[in-house]
């Protein structure tokens, strides 16, 4: 069974930073696409950042252009694990973050950890 277990969220100030961990179980990590999804109070779930593996092309990442050049996405493969790093956090960036498992097999999601961003 996949499972997916995130880990670190909190309150942080403006201007802060946090680091996000993912520790997966049940599947092939080292050649999956993993990610970071997030939904804040009232709005949609979104696509935060992604990182291919194995044939898809190890290390390849990707952000959404809200996050691009603050959130760092990177796995280490000996841990099944995968992390984002959050840096210069907004107040608009508090929401729930999810961590996802795409390709190869069906998407899932794990339970969220909450970041909120307020002085």
């Known amino acids: 069974q996949v499972q997916l277990v995130e880990s670190g969220g909190g309150l942080v100030q403006p201007g802060g930073s946090l680091r996000l961990s993912c520790a997966a179980s049940g599947f092939l990590f080292r050649l999956s696409v993993m990610g970071w999804y997030r939904q804040a109070p009232g709005k949609q779930r979104e696509l935060v950042a992604t990182?291919?593996?194995?044939?898809?092309?190890?290390?390849?990442?990707n952000y959404a252009d809200s996050v691009k050049g603050r959130f760092t996405i990177s796995g280490d493969n000996a841990k099944n694990t995968v992390y984002l790093q959050l840096n210069s956090l907004k107040p608009e960036d508090t929401a729930v973050y999810y961590c996802?498992?795409?390709?190869?097999?069906?998407?899932?999601w794990g339970q969220g950890t909450q970041v909120t961003v307020s002085s």
């Open positions: 990182i291919t593996g194995g044939i898809t092309g190890g290390g390849l990442t």
């Open positions: 996802y498992k795409g390709p190869p097999g069906s998407p899932y």
